[in-house]
């Protein structure tokens, strides 16, 4: 199946710093990419609808200037927790669907990335 | 609102059989998805239903009755690798995945 590649895995940073996480279709191209938080035991929470060459689509709840989204290439999404905080420590998987698949064709997720902010 | 139902934990015995049942009430209906979850790992893809019915892929089946707004995924010969979340999400009417909480299955020896 096709391949989304999620960078970094891990990642640890102090309280107030920005990181960067990067999704990534290897074998195909994704006109839709999506991000998802998950907090320990709870399920896949969509934070925002990452479009390429427009502005995200936010969920309710989710702040678009601290969860910054851009999706700059068919193959590159890239969402960026700017200020971290504790709370905003979690599992961030990003998943995207082949252009060719239409709205209902198979997601395929990225590795994730654990975020810890101390 | 919309709504995903599915149980929040199943233990089963290594080589038997398995249901793991969904309910939904969403905004439309295009398609349901079954999703495997192991710990710390992303969600990767079972089964996706959009028609009422059975479909088979090798040990695991999902079914779909869209009247009943109800799905089950079917694990056979239950392995010690098959314990994982098994996540259901339904695709609503703007294509937008409404997801379960998950369903924990632990398998014994």
């Known amino acids: 199946g096709a391949v989304v590649s999620q960078h970094p895995s891990w990642v640890i940073c102090k309280s107030g710093t920005s990181v960067k996480i990067e999704c990534r279709s290897l074998?195909?191209?994704?006109?839709?990419m999506f991000w998802y938080r998950q907090f320990p035991k709870q399920s896949l929470m969509l934070m925002a609808t990452?479009?390429?060459?427009?502005?995200?689509?936010?969920e309710q709840g989710v702040e678009k200037d601290k969860f910054l989204i851009n999706h700059a290439s068919l193959t590159l999404s890239t969402l960026t927790v700017t200020s971290a905080h504790p709370e905003d420590s979690s599992f961030y998987i990003c998943?995207?669907?082949?252009?060719?698949?239409?709205?209902?064709?198979?997601?395929?997720f990225g590795e994730g990335s654990r975020l810890t902010v101390l | 609102g919309q709504n995903i139902d599915q149980p929040t934990e199943m233990t089963a015995t290594e080589g038997a059989i398995v249901q793991i049942n969904c309910t939904y009430q969403t905004s439309g209906f295009n398609g349901l998805f079954w999703y495997q979850q192991h710990a710390g790992e992303a969600p990767t893809f079972l089964s996706y239903?959009?028609l009422d019915g059975l479909e088979e892929k090798g040990r695991f089946s999902s079914f779909l009755s869209r009247s009943k707004g109800y799905s089950y995924l079917l694990l056979k010969e239950l392995q010690m690798k098959d314990s994982a979340s098994y996540l259901c999400a339904v695709m609503d009417s703007n294509y937008q995945l409404i997801w379960g909480a998950g369903t924990k299955l632990i398998i014994k020896p």
């Open positions: 998943s995207a669907r082949e252009a060719t698949g239409g709205d209902t064709g198979e997601l395929f």
């Open positions: 990452s479009n390429e060459g427009s502005k995200a689509t936010y």
């Open positions: 239903n959009v």
């Open positions: 074998d195909f191209q994704a006109t839709t």
